[in-house]
């Protein structure tokens, strides 16, 4: 009986042992990885946002939609502190995007701003990354 109950002891302590050891593994192997399973979106934006910061004055224009507006948060923290960010309101581009920007991109664009760029004489635009969730094109003031 008392080998028994030492026995069953014993595989418990093992069994403990060996769920932190692989516990520990785990969060050793997730710290290092810049994005993660539970983070789908995040796959995209880290490759973006490399684009935007080899940009010499980049200016980021984020139509604020419900995916992009809260996925700016993520792409904030990827940013250089050289990129500008500006925020679209439904696709209004009414305010005039200096000539001070290197380069300007536009961060996952709804269909409606991608026809209305394209049909302006004003802007000209070229995709630059497009992913699984979400794409980015840069403007071109002509």
């Not at 209004?92 to 536009?106: C, V």
């Amino acid at each position: 009986v008392f080998a028994a109950k030492l026995w069953q002891q014993k595989s418990w302590q093992i069994l403990i042992i060996t769920l932190i050891g692989f516990s520990i593994i785990s969060c050793a192997i997730i710290s290092t990885a810049e994005t993660w399973w539970n983070k789908y979106y995040s796959s995209d934006i880290i490759p973006m946002t490399k684009i935007v910061n080899q940009s010499g004055q980049p200016l980021l224009i984020v139509e604020k939609y419900w995916r992009s507006g809260w996925n700016l948060y993520s792409i904030n923290h990827f940013l250089e502190p050289k990129v500008k960010i500006k925020p679209l309101i439904e696709g209004n581009m009414t305010d005039e995007i200096s000539g001070e920007f290197s380069n300007i991109y536009i961060f996952n664009p709804s269909k409606t701003l991608q026809t209305k760029l394209r049909n302006s004489q004003k802007y000209e635009i070229q995709p630059v990354y497009n992913g699984e969730s979400f794409e980015m094109m840069e403007i071109k003031i002509n």
